[in-house]
């Protein structure tokens, strides 16, 4: 992470210039950098000057199994680091749930942590809408309220993790179509930028060939439109207890390796906003200290290039397994505990 402190704009400044000049510079050039530094950071995923409350080299989060301010600080407390990001999401039955979910804004307003809201891109309860719809601009004027509401909570900084996991095959929003899909997102964007322009959009995949979109760069909407790449993983498809089934999530087809290079390849960061144990079921790694180690050199190795990573914290579904007291996976969550 790179800090660009004003001052050392005007140091630089000062030892090029002096005068009228020096003068010039500072009231007009000045700004102009600052402004650009800014738009950078925000295209990016990158704070100018931030450093991480959790003091590891990347923003480090959670999602919680009560989904509470009160578990966040919890998990916090027991791991001994404080939490950088938090993942949230709303309802996405009806448009209001999308638009204006005021009991979530309220939960997470004014707390410590940067939001990373799952946001549906169509409600699943409204019938007839589609992402055709969308790419035509026929839902722009719910987007434009989007951003004025969470604007209004003080959330108009937040990661929008917009039809995350699209790729997939169980979600309405599925990218069937992805040239119409990529076009629904920018017009999503572009509408919500008009009244919140300083929300961060992360394209989220989730990892793997999925049956939804086997080639999910298809619905890339372009640079303009995304601030983050994004990839969820699991330990499943295959376990990591193995080193073949490490190097596959890593190394294998869209595995944890590719999405790296393709943010890079895009100037942008990767994030992880959802991975951790899967306890039972096909391809599940289970009780799988061997892939919580792995997740953490993976971070530690990329630092730079990691926007912000969440451990999922399920507490009665097979993924997860709730770290700390009553913890179902206990040697994933004594690697946990040891390694972040």
Known sequence: MIPFPEERWRQYVSRSLDGVGRKLIEQKLLAGLMATVAALAMLTGCSAGQENRSGLPWASGVYTWDATPAGVSGFAAWRGRAVDVVDAWSARATWADIVDPAWLYRRWKGKPYTMAFGVAMLPEHVPGVSIQACAEGLYDSHWRQFGRVISSYGLGHSIIRLGWEFNGGWYVWQARDPSSWA??????????????????????????????????????????????????????????????????????????????????????????????????????????????????????????????????????????????????????????????
């Open 183 to 340: 076009e629904c997102w920018r017009q999503i964007v572009s509408s919500a930028r008009s009244t919140a322009p300083s929300l961060r959009w992360d394209w989220n995949v989730t990892r793997g060939v999925s049956s939804g979109l086997p080639e999910p760069v298809r619905a890339y909407p372009g640079d303009s439109y995304v601030s983050i790449i994004g990839v969820d993983s699991f330990d499943s498809w295959p376990g990591a207890s193995t080193r073949a089934g490490w190097w596959v999530q890593l190394y294998g087809t869209q595995g944890l390796d590719y999405w790296l290079n393709f943010a890079k390849e895009h100037g942008k960061q990767l994030s992880v906003p959802e991975w951790g144990n899967v306890r039972d079921g096909s391809g599940a790694g289970g009780d799988d200290a061997k892939y919580v180690r792995h997740m953490y050199e993976f971070f530690k190795s990329n630092a730079d290039e990691i926007a912000f990573e969440c451990n999922f914290q399920g507490a009665s579904s097979s993924t997860g397994g709730r770290y700390g007291a009553g913890t179902l996976v206990p040697g994933a969550a004594k690697a946990y505990k040891i390694t972040f």
